[in-house]
């Protein structure tokens, strides 16, 4: 059995969450910021599709990115190097949570539901909630967004519209969230695109421990600016 989470409740512990299927721990509740923050900081998310009751979820294992194990192949180094593109930070949010949210090939939904960009697009007004851009001829081709807490970066979700668009942008962040000494960056779950570039699963206890202090330590002002140039 999941919890049903009541107004004011706290989130069950993360110890409860179901096997099959792999971390649903609870469900209802609401998307307000302090909802978001409360379960970020215990490692937990939301995901669920248009017109399901808000799921929230904690797998075990966990897939993270350590930002110093970024995998930078030969041919995204030439890439990075030509510079033929422009990275921005929180500057279409909005957007790129949208292009993340397009109909892809081979699935019939999405979970960025409006519901969603509602809420997080409250989170980046906040200055909680961050979108790293890959910007070609003017126009935005790939990039990713996620949650910032402390040292701790929670990954959501990237997209390309060009080759390389997405990974060019999570390069960047991982050289300047290992630059801020941020300790995690959250993949949630394991897909082989994400274990080509490094990440990996480690238990959910050990998840747990290390972003326990990682969200304690002080933040990064919004909006974010990066200043890491790769030579």
Request: aromatic residues 10%; glycine residues 10%; proline residues 6%.
């Amino acid at each position: 059995m999941i919890t049903l989470l009541q107004p004011d409740a706290s989130f069950p512990d993360v110890a409860l969450a179901l096997r099959h299927p792999n971390g649903l721990l609870a469900a209802g509740g609401n998307l307000s910021p302090e909802r978001l923050l409360e379960a970020y900081r215990h490692g937990i998310f939301p995901w669920f599709g248009e017109g399901d009751p808000i799921l929230w979820w904690s797998p075990d294992p966990r897939m993270v990115l350590l930002p110093a194990e970024f995998r930078l192949s030969h041919s995204l180094r030439k890439t990075l190097r030509k510079g033929q593109y422009e990275l921005r930070t929180d500057t279409a949010f909005e957007q790129v949570m949208r292009a993340c949210g397009a109909p892809r090939e081979g699935q019939s939904g999405t979970w960025i539901v409006e519901e969603m960009v509602a809420a997080y697009g409250e989170l980046h007004r906040l200055g909680h909630a961050h979108s790293v851009e890959t910007w070609m001829d003017g126009e935005l081709v790939g990039g990713l967004y996620g949650i910032g807490i402390g040292r701790m970066f929670y990954g959501e979700s990237m997209f390309s519209h060009r080759t390389d668009a997405s990974k060019i942008a999570l390069a960047h962040l991982s050289a300047q969230l290992e630059k801020w000494d941020f300790g995690m960056i959250d993949c949630q779950m394991n897909t082989p695109h994400l274990a080509s570039l490094g990440a990996r699963e480690i238990p959910r206890g050990e998840f747990i421990s290390r972003l326990q202090t990682l969200v304690e330590l002080p933040g990064i002002p919004a909006p974010w600016r990066f200043d890491y140039r790769f030579a």
